[in-house]
């Protein structure tokens, strides 16, 4: 096992949780601090300035959306990604944990390799923020974007303008949820106005032309590229 600088903040108020969690991360080297209540937790990431923070919802003291809103609030905080860990999974609460500002939201029961996946892909974009280029290469797919060009599998693929900007905003940050608001007026801006149906129309045709599993519906809230 290699030891890394990566620091993950574990956040439950359940002490099972944090030593079943805390341990597969810990196996795979990440560093690993714990939080049990909201409050603890944003003491602990203003300290400790962690990469990752997994949060559950539900705890004493404070919830983890209001101390998601709280960190979201915190200057040295700005690139923390934070993930909700939580037994709730109704689509409400999903939404509200988008608008409190999380990058993804988990459900529980989760088996520790699936989590482990997800938090290796959460943790990509920290390495994706630290390169600004005009060329990606996601999930084997080359996206130019000087030259509106995409190649997957040696072939180009040839996309009419807003969808190659709707693809590369949502393969810039691979596992990232956009929101519809966001993808509006980052690949519309202030354009003729559009309606909601015109992104799924564009998703529809990118699914068609690139592969259906790489775009994921994100009920209620948006759209996400998984690699």
Known sequence: MKKTQTKILLVDDEPDILEIVGYNLAQEGYQIVTASNGKEAITKAQKELPELIIMDVMMA????????????????????IITFLTARSEDY??????????????????KPKV???????LLRRLKEQEVV?????VGGIEINREEYKIIKDNVEISLP??????????????????????????VWGNEVVVGGRT???????LREKIGED??????????KFEA
């Open 161 to 186: 303008r807003k969808e190659f900007e709707l693809f590369y905003l949502l393969a810039s940050k691979p596992g990232k949820v956009f929101k519809r608001d966001e993808i509006l007026d980052k």
């Open 93 to 110: 609460s999903q939404v509200a944990g988008f608008d409190a500002g999380a990058d993804d939201y988990i459900t529980k029961p989760i």
């Open 61 to 80: 003291e404070m919830d983890g959306m209001e101390a998601c809103e709280h960190i979201r609030k915190i200057p040295e905080l700005n690139n923390v």
């Open 133 to 137: 280029t005009d060329t990606l290469n």
């Open 199 to 205: 992104i799924d129309v564009h998703i529809r045709k």
């Open 214 to 223: 790489l775009f994921k519906t994100i009920k209620g809230v948006g759209y």
């Open 115 to 121: 989590l482990v996946s997800k938090v290796k892909a």
